[in-house]
């Protein structure tokens, strides 16, 4: 939540200033994750004309920083608790006395711990009294849990546990009413002003001519007053909806839970405690809870301590804070807190609503609306005091044709009606002259593509809940207006995409991966789980890497049946190929115990463990990147279960019989290992230890198939007829990559001849920064990158001036998807911390699905230019009549009442008709817009003019 030091954000405006033309640069506002300072400067500028109305849409920066108070609070208030109990803890060890388990006074007859000692605990981060209950098993006793099977899954079990230790839901917080928005709506200068006027023309009206004819003046402005607020007010209500409606969806996290020893899915509000939950790396810790047992696991707790520290979990220090993210390694935990017990619940059940963010589009709308607002109030003070000048010297007349004003005739009364008068028209400029239905009309043109793209079956945000049913009824209806205008705003980006950066696995292709070919003890495997003629021994060493070094699970259910098997899609192949091969998971895990995990993550490309097979050895196993675990082998199994050194000879075969796999689009995988004696492994620090990974022994190879989507190719050809090029960027081989992009059509013949256009993550990252940006145009397919090469990339192509799109469905990604002006994760298939990063979540996972957001985000940026057009035109109209009336006659062609009439139908009217128009396939011909095309172009200023000049 940190915002960089202003010492980086002012240059960058400043040279934003003097780049772009003066008036729009002041608000071009990065899209994403702008800094805090650079934000609340914008509203200075802004603040002229209406902070309170022109915010409406945007990002509340009051709220942001009441987030963090609270936050603050609660956390105080946590130490707190915890202080309060090591005192009386430190007390009662004085007294000899301390905690057992069955001295827990029970809350219930079921249970021998209550909710109180539990809430204690859990603040209680150093463990002192997880220690006096017996550790996690203890715990989990006490909770009536099972630290392998977790709890059953019979609904009157869960219920009981709800009723005693609570649900993992908070209450909401209590929406703003409907007056609450009328009274913000009423606290608009403009109106404010109008409202004075409007009272002050009544009260003088009745005086002067009669409460029967005098009402009508000031009575018809307050009528239009108060349209304009019930419109603004109806309107701020249905947006407050729309916020609510999308946070609730966006909490309602799936997670996975083993109950009754399986692994299943439940709604993160359905976790009870005493579940076990396991947790990788992308996961939100779900509730507090224990650490049962884990490997390398990491935590990022910045969003409840606001320390940005990763924070690493094992049994020194066990205790997880709900709301916090797994940023490495796996594990799994014992839920001890839920819903408000937790400080997360206690935070978000006191926060109101979702912080907003800052729309590009609407900050640019803003600018060009200020900017007309204050030529208005500039105006209205000209003819203000223009028309002041003509009464007060006698050159107005009275409709009759008589001198409005004659000095030391005209009764002081009169003479002040009549100056109000002039000061309600003014006023009424100005309002006219401030297009506040530039936000309503983006609202109005996002909401309905919104509706439609749901026809169009295209995606966005968590819709899991809804079916095609309710989808069409009414209420519904109301509820897609309301999910999508935050994120929308996206949408509205996408549209002006120049590229896309898109990952491999899971985007373009379906994620499904079976292990197709294997290559083991130097033979091919034919078919691939034709284990026949492998020696036993090195076929037991393989089983037992695949089935020790995972993070994955099989599960066999009690009545038989086929094994079920867990984990990321790539352990899932290789799990069901050992299966194949003749596996036995449990019995192989119960063989030999595991020392030391280092789990497989994108940077390493490589998974290791540690497993100690007998009183004097340990073997080491690797798995990973093929031609990477290769580097570091060292010798390779015959077929007669002999080792032979590698010579140069067998690694050129063996590196072939690799490319020939990756050339046909196979991810490759190899397992080898390496035996060390256990008085080498040190003990005492084995979270420490550094696995060896070099002079391994080869075990043998696997190439795992992902198949391409259906439909990518077309899409992809798509994007590069609407002038947007796609590139991938994966972690997987670069021949791997090459071919799947020939696959989607990514890469074609001519273009493979190049050599830029095909890089390797770790050729990029050691260029020198400007050399980045060179390149950066022309790669098409960057392969065997790290999460932050892809970061890298998306800024150098920022920095070219690109607007950047990434997908992508992994951990690996997040980084990318959190630096790109528009961020699409996967929705079936993207982590936590995925979507959490991205913009738009892509529900079926769908490469064409992004297409039409590139369509409908274009379409929405189209109308909202025409609808600029259309308000410029009939304001800056009506500015220039008005002023040039003032001037020359004295009086102004329309009064302020059907000034009022004509703002409000302009703004509502005009925003509904221009919204609604549906994309056009010529918008998909269309170059992209890119950053730097001003929102109002000159064609526009063209028109404008031209229109002016007809009318
Ligand atoms: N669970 C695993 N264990 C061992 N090696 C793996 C595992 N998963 C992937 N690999 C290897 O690591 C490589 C890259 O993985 P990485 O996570 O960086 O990319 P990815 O996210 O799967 O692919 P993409 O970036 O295309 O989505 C793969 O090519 C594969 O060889
Ligand atoms: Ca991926």
């Known amino acids: 939540m940190a915002s960089p030091p202003p010492e980086v954000a002012v240059p960058v405006d400043e040279e934003d200033r003097e780049t772009e033309g003066e008036d729009i640069c002041a608000f071009d506002i990065p899209g994403k994750n702008a800094p805090r300072d650079r934000l609340r400067r914008w509203r200075q500028i802004a603040l002229v004309l209406n902070a309170s109305r022109r915010f409406r849409y945007t990002l509340d920066l009051a709220r942001d920083e009441e987030r963090e108070n609270l936050r603050r609070i609660i956390r105080a208030h946590a130490q707190v608790i915890r202080a309060v109990f090591l005192f009386k803890n430190a007390g009662q060890k004085a007294l000899q006395e301390s905690y057992d388990g069955t001295k827990f006074e029970s809350l219930s007859q079921r249970f021998p711990i209550d909710l109180e000692k539990l809430v204690m605990l859990n603040r209680d981060h150093e463990a002192i009294m997880l220690q006096e209950v017996g550790g996690v098993s203890g715990l989990s006793d006490l909770l009536k849990s099972n630290l392998d099977r ?241 009464y007060f010297t006698g050159h107005s007349n009275n409709p009759d044709g008589t001198t409005a004003f004659v000095a030391g005739t005209t009764g002081a009364k009169q003479g002040f009606m009549g100056a109000i008068s002039i000061f309600t028209v003014a006023v009424t400029i100005v309002v006219v002259a401030v297009p506040e239905g530039l936000p309503l009309a983006v609202t109005l043109t996002l909401a309905y593509s919104m509706r439609k793209m749901m026809r169009d079956k295209a995606l966005v945000m968590h819709t899991k809940r809804f079916t095609k049913k309710n989808l069409y009824s009414s209420i519904n209806l109301c509820f897609w207006f309301r999910i999508q205008v935050r994120r929308l705003s996206s949408c509205e980006t996408m549209g002006s995409a120049t590229t896309i950066c898109s990952d491999k696995t899971g985007t373009l292709t379906l994620n499904k991966m079976t292990v197709v070919e294997a290559y083991l003890s130097g033979t091919k495997l034919n078919p691939c789980d034709n284990t026949g003629m492998i020696f036993s021994s090195v076929a037991s060493l393989l089983v037992e890497g695949i089935a020790q070094n995972t993070a994955g699970a099989v599960f066999s259910p009690e009545d038989g049946g086929a094994a079920e098997v867990a984990g990321s899609p790539t352990e899932k192949a290789i799990l069901s190929w050992g299966l194949e091969i003749g596996m036995n998971f449990t019995d192989v895990r119960s063989k030999s115990s595991v020392l030391r995990v280092l789990p497989f993550n994108s940077v390493k490309k490589r998974g290791g463990v540690a497993v100690q097979v007998s009183d004097a050895y340990v073997h080491i196993h690797w798995k990973g990147a093929a031609e990477l675990v290769l580097a570091s082998c060292k010798s390779w199994f015959s077929v007669d279960g002999s080792v032979h050194p590698m010579s140069s000879d067998k690694y050129n075969e063996l590196k072939r019989f690799i490319d020939d796999m990756s050339m046909s689009s196979l991810r ?161 298939s993207g982590t936590e911390v995925a979507k959490e990063s991205s913009d738009i979540i892509i529900l079926d996972d769908d490469f064409t699905s992004v297409v039409k957001v590139v369509r409908w985000g274009r379409s929405v940026y189209a109308n909202i230019q025409k609808f600029i057009q259309f308000q410029l035109t009939v304001n800056v109209a009506a500015l220039v009549i008005n002023v040039v009336a003032a001037v020359s006659s004295g009086a102004v062609p329309l009064n302020a009442v059907e000034l009022l009439w004509v703002n409000l139908i302009m703004d509502t009217l005009g925003a509904l008709a221009l919204a609604t128009e549906p994309p056009t396939d010529n918008l998909m011909k269309r170059h992209p817009v890119g950053r730097r095309e001003p929102l109002v172009t000159n064609i526009m200023w063209r028109n404008l003019f031209i229109q002016l000049f007809i009318r």
């Open 150 to 390: 977790g709890v059953s899954s019979n609904e009157d079990e869960l219920l009981q546990r709800r009723d005693i230790f609570g649900a993992n839901t908070y209450p909401r917080k209590k929406r703003k009413s409907i007056w609450r928005f009328v009274f913000e709506a009423c606290q608009d200068l403009t109106l404010v002003i109008l409202m004075v006027a409007a009272a002050i023309s009544l009260s003088l009206g009745m005086a002067t001519e009669g409460v029967k004819d005098g009402w009508y003046d000031g009575g018809s402005i307050f009528f239009a007053v108060f349209l304009v607020i019930f419109v603004t007010a109806t309107s701020d209500y249905r947006q407050s909806l729309q916020f609510q409606h999308l946070n609730e969806e966006k909490q309602n996290i799936q997670v996975e839970v083993i109950r009754g020893g399986k692994r299943v899915g439940a709604s993160i509000f359905d976790l009870v405690v005493g579940d076990v939950v396991p947790l990788k790396i992308g996961d939100q810790v779900p509730a507090d809870g224990v650490l049962i047992s884990g490997h390398s696991l990491a935590i990022d707790e910045s969003s409840m301590t606001g320390e940005s520290k990763i924070v690493h979990k094992d049994q020194k220090a066990p205790m997880l804070m709900s709301g916090c993210k797994v940023v490495d390694g796996y594990g799994s935990m014992l839920v001890t807190g839920v819903g408000t017990n937790t400080e997360w619940g206690t935070l978000m059940a006191n926060l109101s609503e979702d912080i907003g963010e800052e729309t590009p589009l609407q900050v640019r709308l803003n600018g060009v609306a200020t900017l007309i607002g204050i030529v208005g109030l500039s105006v209205a003070g000209v003819v203000l005091v223009v028309l002041w000048i003509r």
């Open 668 to 828: 490759c995988i190899a397992f080898a290992y390496c035996t060390c004696e256990l008085s080498m492994v040190p003990r005492e620090d084995l979270d420490k230890w550094q696995l060896p990974e070099e002079n391994l022994t080869l075990l043998g190879m696997v190439g795992i198939k992902d198949p391409c989507r259906p439909g990518v190719r077309d899409a992809v050809q798509l994007c590069s007829a609407a002038g947007v090029k796609v590139r991938m960027v994966t972690g997987d081989n670069v021949e791997t990559a090459k071919a799947i992009a020939f696959e989607c059509g990514i890469l074609n013949a001519k273009d493979a001849a190049s050599e830029t256009i095909i890089i390797e993550g770790k050729v990029f990252r050691e260029m020198s920064e400007t050399a980045r940006e060179e390149v950066a145009d022309k790669i098409t397919v960057m392969a065997r990158s790290s999460p932050n090469d892809k970061l890298l990339l998306v800024q150098a192509l920022k920095r070219k001036g690109h607007v950047v799109a990434v997908t992508g469905d992994g951990t690996n990604d997040a980084p990318a998807l959190h630096e790109a002006d528009i961020g699409l994760s996967m929705g079936i």
